[in-house]
């Protein structure tokens, strides 16, 4: 197991997602039980199912310095930005430790491909248009040269993609970076959007639901595909004592399937570990636990698998039922509700499930539930088995 690390503060954060922009609409949302998911009527052909869109995305082009950046995943990336003060967080990050000194690790699963797909319907003689014939959204660090450029950071950049752990992985290689001397804070989060890949691609896996995702329902029948921006600011826990902090992560790949979790849940339980034993606690002292609930039949199978570890008094729950698989983005988001849990005592409900799998049952909240959170967990794991656990707590009063 590996030794436990110096916790680091989380100074800022926002979410904007099929709920709303902003911290304030998600916890409104997920108190009154509010879903974001409405018919599909986004896809370029038609496709039955319920997604989980981000609304005015298309009303916000981007300012005109970053006009070589413009794209529908670097708008969401905007906006996001926008909430909360996080950009302004950045730029005093920036200032207090000079622009080298902060880093920037961001995951996405398909940046800003739903370009590329534009640029290929409109191929001219073989040619992108002239409108999209520009390097900059044509590769999956796009997001992340847009976003270093949008806040001034000049530190370490990188991108992480690793299906639907990449944003939750991106908390985890921001702590080695800092642990490490290279940088003194970090920005992380992740920002996917829906595009035709995605939507197609799932559903030629005969993974999405048509009527909406149901996670860790005995009637489930697959996933509802959604878009977010998400992002944190990681510094050294001096910076901010009474900041909610990030206490530990664990990861680890499967290696067994190229799309299914390992059966018996083995890899997903090696991250868990992991991230207890960087944090230094034991799970008798997890409060709630944000699952990664795909609401497919494998991977809540396998998650369910992990739950005994927790005592009885404990409290679980899937919000994908809300905003839809934002994909990459889905880690940075869960992590940001998982805050939101600790920061106000409330313990979001399972949305979608009315007959929970029995495996799973006794930690399930099906309703809202107020309680005093100390210690929150949230579960990434990813498409073929990437599997990442990170573990949140409380900072110190004021």
Not at 154 to 175: D, H, N, Q, R, Y
Not at 326 to 332: K, R, V, Y
Request: charged share 20%; aromatic share 6%; proline share 6%.
């Amino acid at each position: 197991m590996p030794a436990r690390i110096e916790p680091l503060a989380i100074t800022a954060a926002s979410a904007t997602s099929a709920l709303g922009r902003g911290l304030a609409a998600h916890l409104d949302a997920l108190r009154n039980g509010r879903s974001g998911l409405a018919p599909n009527d986004f896809s370029s052909a038609p496709l039955d199912c319920r997604i989980g869109r981000v609304a005015g995305v298309e009303d916000a082009p981007l300012p005109a310095p970053f006009a070589r950046w413009e794209c529908r995943n670097n708008r969401l990336a905007w906006l996001g930005l926008e909430q909360d003060g996080v950009r302004a967080a950045a730029a005093r990050a920036v200032e207090r430790y000079g622009a080298t000194r902060v880093a920037l690790v961001l995951g996405t699963s398909t940046a800003s491909i739903g370009a590329t797909e534009a640029a290929y319907r409109r191929l001219d003689h073989g040619h992108f248009p002239d409108d999209l014939r520009r390097p900059e959204i044509h590769t999956p660090h796009s997001l992340v040269a847009f976003v270093a450029a949008a806040t001034g950071i000049g530190g370490p950049a990188l991108t992480i993609s690793t299906a639907c752990s990449s944003s939750a992985k991106a908390f985890a290689s921001a702590e080695r970076l800092i642990r490490l001397g290279l940088v003194d804070a970090a920005l992380v989060g992740g920002v996917d959007t829906l595009c035709d890949s995605v939507l197609f691609g799932f559903h030629s896996l005969a993974l999405v639901s048509r009527t909406g995702c149901r996670p860790f329902d005995l009637g489930r029948d697959g996933i509802s595909i959604g878009e977010a921006a998400a992002f944190a600011l990681l510094e050294r826990v001096d910076a901010a004592p009474t900041a909610p902090r990030l206490a530990g992560y664990g990861e680890s790949s499967d290696a067994w399937h190229m799309s299914t979790p390992q059966p018996d849940g083995r890899g997903a339980l090696a991250a868990l570990d992991a991230a207890l034993a960087r944090a230094g606690i034991h799970s008798d002292a997890v409060d709630y636990i944000n699952l990664h609930g795909t609401a497919t039949v494998k991977n809540d199978e396998v998650e369910a698998k992990l739950l005994p570890r927790f005592p009885a008094r404990a409290r679980a729950s899937a919000t994908k039922g809300f905003t839809g698989h934002t994909l990459g983005a889905a880690g940075a988001l869960e992590a940001v509700l998982a805050l939101l849990a600790i920061e106000h005592g409330f313990v979001p409900p399972s949305l979608g499930c009315a007959r929970p799998m029995p495996e799973a049952a006794a930690w399930l909240a099906l309703q809202p539930e107020v309680r005093r959170i100390e210690v929150a967990l949230s579960n990434s794991f990813g498409f073929g088995g990437n599997n990442t656990c990170l573990v949140f707590t409380r900072g110190e009063p004021a």
